[in-house]
């Protein structure tokens, strides 16, 4: 049994094929990069893997249960949380709020506890500002937890999304590009926090454009092209692919 | 030196079309010489408080933008629980002092307060615009008068039947229209504001029709009759109290986190874990649950219902109260309402230009602060 199978899985919008056919598995504690040129059905992997689009065929299961076609919600309950290519932060909310969100399902106080009060209530509040704060140190913005989203930084914003993510306890965590629009230093220090998220235990599956970061931190690298799944193996094995380097690094191979 | 002196041309033109607009509005009423009058008087009032307000920001930006990373955010919290306790502790005392007249406009306003922060869990929280808020006020009215003129229950009897009743009209109403967004909900919801008061006025054998309901009794507390306005402030007093305090306890618990994600970014929500059509449904028939209160609370106080008082404008009122005072801020959302119930009261001396003074005022907030008197703290410093 595999940590998470993805089996043939399809998704077409009308006439467009997002996804043909695309199958592949992850061993747990694994880092995995999906690439491919725009367009390529990145996302939409992404978007199927965790409820928000509904495949046309194939299969996905987590730790051996099927989890194709779930809801998002009961997706993140089985162990799957996300960040969005673009970033989808509560913006009216602080940093700790945010944190606080995504700790929904772990947090069990029906409304008569609140509206009374209740002891469990309280200590369930202040557990888990404790470890919204734990999951914003591990991204660098424990001291940024009373500020507003919205006025964040962009860079702050990307690690608050992973910060987010991984309050759901998630077993698997996917990053949609991550690094777009860093600057070198500021990938440094995501790839800091990847190789971080290793060794709490977490599978990582991340998009990603910057060859460093991909070749830096990935175990397996899958690439797609045209919604077809055109290369998997090691970083070594995908920089020598003839046919990904035509397809996605172009054909004088420069990355 | 040059933005700035673009700022302000643009300001003052942005000042000068405002008033322009404004002094047409005025001219049926005034003539073109009092309009003229107060276009160039409004205009540079205008002027010069966009101007004022450009340089407090210039000036304080810096600052701020400091103090907010470490403290803003609490030693505002902390100043307004001071001021909570004067406040509460004048309410008490208010009858004491308070002529007739002030105590049936407080009353009034603490009915409404506690219908604009039921709204403003639906609006404000969940980010669901419903137009037809006015129906579950009305269910709660109703259903109050009703078990207590034909069955004869007691106000105390009553209440849980009342509240839960409504409630479940909230579900009710949520299940079919939730499937809807935006202005399609919107839509769905003010339809069902008319359905509601259409029944209401057409069924003559239960509800009267348009005679409405009359000789509601008002409660009574420990042997005691609560039906003189002095006593009955206390009840509304009491009700509000409570509202408020639900409110902002729901508000900081999961619950709340949850509209408000829903609210912000509806796709983030659900895969944050948050169960978005569950949340939404529970945001309506929390909301209604306020909204069935207030209703008992008005029945009880008029002793008569009728249809009249639940029309379209009542939504579009208490929607004013939200926005005014600021969507999903709940010292705002008290603050508007009762700006928006004492306002017509003091304008009463004017009486014909009362609604178009009230709808300058709140044009002129869209304009200069759309997110309303307390809304979006977070976001000023843009």
Same mark, same amino acid.
């Given at each position: 049994?595999?940590?998470l199978?993805?089996?043939?899985l399809?998704?077409h919008?009308?006439?467009?094929r997002?996804l043909?056919?695309?199958?592949?598995?992850?061993?747990?504690?694994?880092?995995?990069s999906i690439?491919g040129?725009?367009?390529a059905?990145?996302?939409?992997?992404?978007?199927?893997l965790?409820?928000?689009?509904?495949?046309?065929?194939?299969?996905i299961?987590?730790s051996?249960?099927?989890?194709?076609g779930c809801?998002?919600h009961?997706?993140? +309950?089985?162990?799957?949380?996300?960040?969005?290519?673009?970033?989808?932060?509560?913006?009216?909310?602080?940093?700790?709020?945010?944190?606080?969100?995504?700790?929904? $399902?772990?947090?069990r106080?029906?409304?008569f506890k609140?509206l009374?009060g209740h002891?469990?209530?309280?200590a369930?509040?202040?557990? +888990?500002k404790?470890?919204?704060?734990?999951?914003?140190?591990?991204?660098?913005l424990?001291?940024?937890a009373?500020?507003?989203?919205?006025?964040?930084?962009?860079?702050?914003?990307?690690?608050l999304?992973?910060?987010?993510?991984?309050?759901t306890?998630? +077993?698997?965590l996917?990053?949609?590009?991550p690094?777009?629009g860093?600057?070198?230093?500021?990938?440094?220090? =995501?790839?800091? =926090?990847?190789?971080? $998220?290793?060794k709490?235990?977490?599978?990582?599956i991340?998009?990603?454009?910057?060859m460093r970061?991909?070749?830096?931190v990935?175990?397996?690298?899958?690439?797609l092209?045209?919604g077809?799944?055109?290369?998997?193996?090691?970083?070594?094995? =995908?920089?020598?692919?003839?046919?990904? =380097?035509?397809?996605?690094?172009?054909?004088?191979?420069?990355a | 030196?040059?933005r700035?002196?673009?700022?302000?041309?643009? &300001?003052l033109?942005?000042?000068?079309?405002i008033?322009?607009w404004?002094?047409?509005?005025?001219?049926?009423?005034?003539?073109?010489?009092? &309009?003229?009058?107060?276009?160039?008087?409004l205009?540079?009032?205008?002027?010069?408080?966009?101007?004022?307000?450009? #340089?407090?920001?210039?000036?304080?930006?810096r600052f701020r &933008?400091?103090?907010q990373?470490?403290c803003?955010?609490?030693?505002?919290?902390? %100043?307004?629980?001071? !001021?909570?306790?004067?406040i509460?502790?004048?309410?008490?005392l208010?009858?004491?002092?308070?002529?007739?007249?002030?105590?049936?406009?407080?009353?009034?306003?603490?009915?409404?307060?506690i219908?604009?922060?039921?709204?403003n869990i639906?609006v404000g929280?969940?980010?669901l615009?419903n137009l037809?808020?006015?129906?579950?006020?009305?269910v *709660?009215? #109703?259903? #109050?008068?009703l078990?207590?003129v034909k069955?004869?229950l007691?106000?105390w009897?009553?209440?849980?039947?009342c509240?839960?009743f409504?409630t479940?009209?909230?579900?009710?109403?949520?299940?079919?229209?939730l499937?809807?967004? *935006?202005? #399609?909900l919107?839509?769905?919801?003010?339809g069902?504001?008319e359905?509601?008061?259409?029944i209401?006025?057409?069924?003559?054998?239960?509800?009267?029709g348009?005679n409405?309901?009359?000789?509601?009794?008002?409660p009574?507390?420990?042997?005691?009759?609560?039906?003189q306005?002095s006593k009955?402030?206390?009840?509304?007093?009491a009700a509000?109290l409570?509202?408020?305090?639900?409110?902002r306890?729901v508000?900081?618990?999961?619950?709340?986190r949850?509209w408000?994600?829903i609210r912000?970014?509806?796709?983030? !929500?659900s895969?944050?874990?948050?169960?978005?059509?569950?949340?939404?449904?529970?945001?309506f028939?929390f909301?209604?649950?306020? !909204?069935?209160?207030?209703?008992?609370?008005?029945?009880?106080k008029?002793?008569f219902v009728?249809?009249?008082?639940?029309? /379209?404008?009542?939504?579009?009122?208490?929607?004013?109260?939200?926005?005014? %005072?600021?969507?999903?801020?709940?010292? *705002?959302v008290?603050l508007?309402?009762?700006?928006?119930?004492?306002?017509?009261?003091?304008?009463?001396?004017?009486? &014909?230009y009362r609604?178009?003074?009230?709808?300058m005022?709140?044009?002129?907030?869209?304009i200069?602060?759309?997110?309303?008197? /307390?809304?979006?703290?977070?976001?000023?410093?843009r």
């Amino acid at each position: 049994m595999h940590f998470l199978e993805v089996r043939a899985l399809t998704k077409h919008f009308g006439g467009i094929r997002a996804l043909e056919e695309v199958s592949f598995r992850a061993r747990k504690g694994a880092i995995v990069s999906i690439i491919g040129p725009n367009g390529a059905g990145k996302t939409t992997l992404f978007n199927c893997l965790t409820g928000l689009t509904r495949p046309t065929k194939g299969k996905i299961s987590l730790s051996g249960s099927d989890i194709t076609g779930c809801p998002p919600h009961s997706v993140v +309950a089985l162990g799957i949380a996300r960040t969005f290519q673009n970033i989808r932060l509560f913006r009216d909310m602080s940093v700790l709020e945010n944190v606080l969100v995504s700790q929904h $399902l772990r947090m069990r106080s029906g409304l008569f506890k609140v509206l009374f009060g209740h002891q469990t209530f309280l200590a369930e509040e202040e557990d +888990a500002k404790y470890r919204a704060l734990e999951y914003l140190e591990l991204v660098g913005l424990d001291r940024k937890a009373e500020v507003t989203s919205f006025n964040l930084p962009y860079g702050d914003q990307r690690r608050l999304e992973i910060a987010r993510a991984l309050a759901t306890e998630p +077993a698997l965590l996917l990053l949609d590009e991550p690094t777009a629009g860093m600057n070198p230093q500021e990938t440094n220090e =995501i790839m800091e =926090i990847i190789k971080r $998220l290793q060794k709490l235990g977490k599978t990582v599956i991340l998009i990603e454009h910057d060859m460093r970061v991909v070749m830096g931190v990935s175990e397996m690298i899958i690439v797609l092209d045209h919604g077809v799944k055109i290369a998997e193996g090691t970083p070594a094995m =995908i920089r020598n692919d003839p046919l990904v =380097i035509e397809a996605y690094l172009g054909r004088s191979g420069v990355a | 030196m040059d933005r700035l002196s673009l700022v302000i041309r643009r &300001s003052l033109l942005r000042s000068v079309m405002i008033s322009f607009w404004f002094a047409i509005l005025f001219l049926p009423f005034m003539g073109l010489r009092a &309009s003229l009058i107060f276009f160039v008087l409004l205009s540079l009032v205008l002027f010069s408080v966009v101007l004022l307000k450009g #340089y407090i920001k210039m000036s304080t930006e810096r600052f701020r &933008s400091a103090v907010q990373n470490v403290c803003a955010l609490r030693r505002f919290t902390l %100043g307004f629980s001071a !001021a909570r306790y004067l406040i509460i502790f004048f309410l008490l005392l208010f009858p004491l002092f308070a002529r007739d007249y002030l105590l049936d406009v407080a009353v009034l306003a603490g009915i409404y307060v506690i219908l604009a922060l039921g709204l403003n869990i639906v609006v404000g929280f969940a980010g669901l615009l419903n137009l037809g808020f006015v129906a579950f006020y009305a269910v *709660g009215a #109703y259903s #109050y008068a009703l078990l207590n003129v034909k069955l004869g229950l007691t106000f105390w009897q009553a209440l849980p039947l009342c509240l839960t009743f409504t409630t479940l009209s909230g579900f009710v109403l949520a299940i079919p229209a939730l499937r809807l967004r *935006g202005d #399609y909900l919107a839509i769905v919801t003010l339809g069902f504001g008319e359905i509601v008061r259409l029944i209401l006025n057409n069924w003559d054998a239960l509800t009267g029709g348009p005679n409405g309901v009359s000789g509601v009794a008002p409660p009574s507390l420990l042997g005691m009759s609560m039906g003189q306005l002095s006593k009955y402030y206390y009840i509304v007093v009491a009700a509000g109290l409570l509202t408020c305090v639900a409110v902002r306890r729901v508000r900081s618990s999961r619950i709340g986190r949850a509209w408000i994600a829903i609210r912000e970014d509806e796709i983030g !929500a659900s895969s944050m874990g948050i169960n978005t059509m569950r949340y939404k449904l529970y945001s309506f028939a929390f909301g209604s649950f306020w !909204a069935g209160l207030a209703g008992i609370l008005f029945a009880a106080k008029m002793r008569f219902v009728s249809p009249e008082s639940f029309t /379209f404008m009542e939504s579009v009122l208490i929607l004013c109260m939200v926005i005014l %005072g600021g969507l999903g801020s709940i010292g *705002g959302v008290i603050l508007g309402s009762v700006i928006l119930v004492i306002l017509p009261e003091v304008l009463r001396e004017v009486q &014909s230009y009362r609604m178009l003074a009230l709808g300058m005022g709140l044009i002129l907030m869209m304009i200069f602060r759309p997110q309303g008197i /307390f809304g979006g703290m977070g976001r000023d410093a843009r």
